[in-house]
């Protein structure tokens, strides 16, 4: 288990199988918001911190089965 203090500005998120998924953002509430310029369309995405797996290497991992925001943009 993580602690939400270890989720910083400008981690990277991927999906469970390492796929880049976004960048954080910022923290809000019990959620992070990704960064608009990871997106195709430009829009802000929030992804609950329930959906995290671990983190690993500065970068955030979620679940298995976790919807990825639309627009996402894969490298």
Do not use: C, W
């Not at 390492?18 to 995405?45: A, C, N, W």
Request: glycine share 6%; no cysteine.
């Amino acid at each position: 288990m993580f602690e939400k203090l270890h989720v910083r500005r400008n981690m990277e998120v991927a999906d469970q199988y390492g796929k880049f998924v976004g960048t954080v953002d910022h923290i809000e509430d019990d959620r992070m918001e990704l960064t608009p310029s990871g997106h195709l369309d430009r829009v802000h995405h929030f992804i609950a911190f329930d959906h995290i797996d671990r983190i690993a290497n500065n970068r955030v991992y979620l679940k298995d089965g976790v919807a990825i925001p639309v627009g996402a943009r894969f490298h």
